[in-house]
C-alpha cells in the first residue's frame, strides 16, 4: 500500500463514517480505505477526486465520490449535495461539461456508491446524450408534428451506447 493509501486509511477509517459502515466489497470503499489504488485529484473532508481507470470518457473525466458509503443520489441527500458541491467546484474549473449521476441499474448504474461525473466537452467531440427536447416519449409523435425519437436508434443510438460502457467501465473499475 502506497504512503497516500496509508494516509487516507488512518484518517478515514472504514470510509462508511458511523452510520454507513463501508461495504469491504465496494470498489469506491476500497479506494477510500486504501485498499485499492486510484489516482487522487482531491481529497476533501468528505469526498474525493479520481480519475476514472483507462482515463474516463474524455481527457480531463473525473469522478467525485463520498467517503461514505451511499449507495446512489437518493439515499442521502445531505451527501449527495455535498458530493455535488465538490463536483460543481471541479466543474467550474473544467470548463463546458456534462455532471451525471446515474441512480439504479435502468439509468446506466453499475456500481452501488454514489459518484458523480465530471465530463469535459468541445463541440464535435462525438458524445451523444440520450436527451431529446421533444415533449414525447421514445418512438411518439412530437407536438409539433416532428418525427417520432428513438433515445437508442439512429447514428446517435451507437454513440450513446459506446458512452454508457464507457462510463460503466470507468465506474466499474477502481
Same mark, same amino acid.
Given at each position: 500500500?502506497?504512503?497516500? %493509501?496509508?494516509?487516507?486509511?488512518?484518517?478515514?477509517?472504514?470510509?462508511?463514517?458511523?452510520?454507513?459502515?463501508?461495504?469491504?466489497?465496494?470498489?469506491?470503499?476500497?479506494?477510500?480505505?486504501?485498499?485499492?489504488?486510484?489516482?487522487?485529484?482531491?481529497?476533501?473532508?468528505?469526498?474525493?477526486?479520481?480519475?476514472?481507470?483507462?482515463?474516463?470518457?474524455?481527457?480531463?473525466?473525473?469522478?467525485?465520490?463520498?467517503?461514505?458509503?451511499?449507495?446512489?443520489?437518493? %439515499?442521502?441527500?445531505?451527501?449527495?449535495?455535498?458530493?455535488?458541491?465538490?463536483? %460543481?467546484?471541479?466543474?467550474?474549473?473544467?470548463?463546458?461539461?456534462?455532471?451525471?449521476?446515474?441512480?439504479?441499474?435502468?439509468?446506466?448504474?453499475?456500481?452501488?456508491?454514489?459518484?458523480?461525473?465530471?465530463?469535459?466537452?468541445?463541440?464535435?467531440?462525438?458524445?451523444?446524450?440520450?436527451?431529446?427536447?421533444?415533449?414525447?416519449?421514445?418512438?411518439?409523435?412530437?407536438?409539433?408534428?416532428?418525427?417520432?425519437?428513438?433515445?437508442?436508434?439512429?447514428?446517435?443510438?451507437?454513440?450513446?451506447?459506446?458512452?454508457?460502457?464507457?462510463?460503466?467501465?470507468?465506474?466499474?473499475?477502481?
Amino acid at each position: 500500500m502506497d504512503q497516500r %493509501a496509508e494516509d487516507r486509511s488512518a484518517a478515514h477509517g472504514t470510509g462508511g463514517g458511523p452510520d454507513r459502515p463501508a461495504h469491504g466489497d465496494c470498489p469506491f470503499c476500497r479506494i477510500v480505505r486504501g485498499a485499492a489504488p486510484a489516482h487522487i485529484l482531491r481529497d476533501w473532508p468528505g469526498a474525493l477526486a479520481i480519475s476514472p481507470r483507462g482515463g474516463g470518457v474524455t481527457p480531463g473525466h473525473v469522478l467525485v465520490l463520498p467517503k461514505t458509503h451511499v449507495p446512489d443520489v437518493a %439515499a442521502d441527500p445531505a451527501v449527495s449535495a455535498m458530493t455535488m458541491l465538490h463536483a %460543481a467546484e471541479v466543474a467550474g474549473e473544467v470548463g463546458d461539461c456534462n455532471v451525471i449521476t446515474s441512480r439504479g441499474a435502468a439509468a446506466t448504474q453499475t456500481v452501488p456508491h454514489l459518484h458523480v461525473h465530471v465530463v469535459p466537452r468541445r463541440h464535435g467531440d462525438g458524445i451523444a446524450l440520450p436527451w431529446t427536447t421533444s415533449p414525447t416519449g421514445p418512438g411518439e409523435a412530437a407536438l409539433d408534428g416532428s418525427p417520432p425519437r428513438r433515445a437508442l436508434s439512429g447514428a446517435g443510438g451507437g454513440q450513446l451506447r459506446k458512452l454508457i460502457s464507457r462510463l460503466a467501465a470507468a465506474a466499474s473499475t477502481p
